[in-house]
């Protein structure tokens, strides 16, 4: 049987093993920190990459909201400017009317402002036929802007259907520029604006919105009936220049209150606020 020799080594041969074992190890720890490395050296990169790119959406989205704010107050305040000292907006109506933002005695959009008698251009304490400046005391007396014989003074039958330049108190009060606005276009603002009963700083009343997005605020003023303000803050009644002429003792207006908004006629005595336009 042959007897298998075990190999000598000299410590030479030693050595050099010892020497690559070494080396086999530090290459082995040198991979694996590589590694480690490469892999904190990506996870960096990418978190870095990950809060550029949040950086940069954060900021462009808040270019777009500024943008959308500034688009906004712009489309909501479109065409707004002064004539004579009143504001007055524009909803892009198709007759190009331009509504006065404030009532005739009123220096803010919320307030109530003045009561005038259809036809009349000056207050009073009491509103009623006995006062009013068309009736000779008497509602079966008419001396100005009558259709009916029967009711004409000494047979007043003029046929005047719209208030004259002098008898507006939108003209007479504001200038050339402004008029009391005419059935035709308190139908227009109804027909191509939405309505809703709402209050602003504290006031409530009736606010119309156009697709231009423009608004218009009217406060629900009420009506002056004889010496007294009736349905102050839960109605408003605004004049028209339009008779009513199939009724000469009435003349249109526009009512709204909190279930609704309508054109409507009421007597002329009473006093109504008045919302003067102007065109463009």
Not at 47 to 55: F, P
Not at 114 to 133: F, H, L, R, V
Not at 141 to 163: A, I, M, P, Q, T
Not at 187 to 197: P, Q, S
Request: glycine fraction near 10%.
């Amino acid at each position: 049987m042959v007897k298998l020799k075990r190999l000598k080594m000299n410590k030479t041969g030693k050595i050099i093993l010892w020497v690559l074992a070494i080396a086999a190890v530090v290459a082995v720890f040198v991979i694996n920190g590589s590694r480690s490395y490469n892999k904190q050296r990506l996870r960096e990169s990418q978190a870095i990459r990950n809060e550029m790119q949040l950086g940069q959406i954060q900021e462009e989205q808040e270019q777009k909201q500024e943008e959308q704010k500034r688009m906004e107050k712009g489309l909501k305040n479109q065409g707004n400017s002064s004539v004579n000292g009143h504001d007055y907006v524009d909803l892009g109506l198709p007759s190009g009317t331009l509504w006065a933002t404030c009532n005739v005695g009123a220096d803010k959009p919320e307030g109530y402002g003045n009561y005038y008698a259809w036809g009349e251009t000056t207050t009073k304490s009491i509103y009623d036929w006995a006062t009013y400046k068309y009736a000779r005391g008497d509602s079966n007396w008419l001396s100005k802007y009558s259709n009916d014989l029967e009711v004409g003074h000494n047979g007043v039958n003029d046929r005047l259907n719209v208030l004259q330049a002098g008898d507006d108190v939108a003209t007479a009060d504001w200038g050339n520029d402004w008029h009391i606005p005419t059935d035709e276009q308190w139908r227009e603002l109804e027909d191509f604006t939405t309505h809703m009963w709402t209050v602003r700083d504290g006031v409530w009343g009736c606010l119309f919105t156009a697709k231009n997005r423009s608004e218009l605020f009217l406060p629900a003023a009420g009506i002056r009936l004889d010496s007294e303000i009736n349905d102050g803050g839960s109605d408003g009644y605004y004049w028209s220049r339009s008779l009513n002429a199939g009724s000469t003792h009435y003349a249109w207006c526009l009512r709204f209150y909190s279930s609704g908004c309508y054109r409507c006629s009421y007597y002329r005595c009473q006093g109504l606020s008045v919302r003067p336009v102007r065109e463009k």
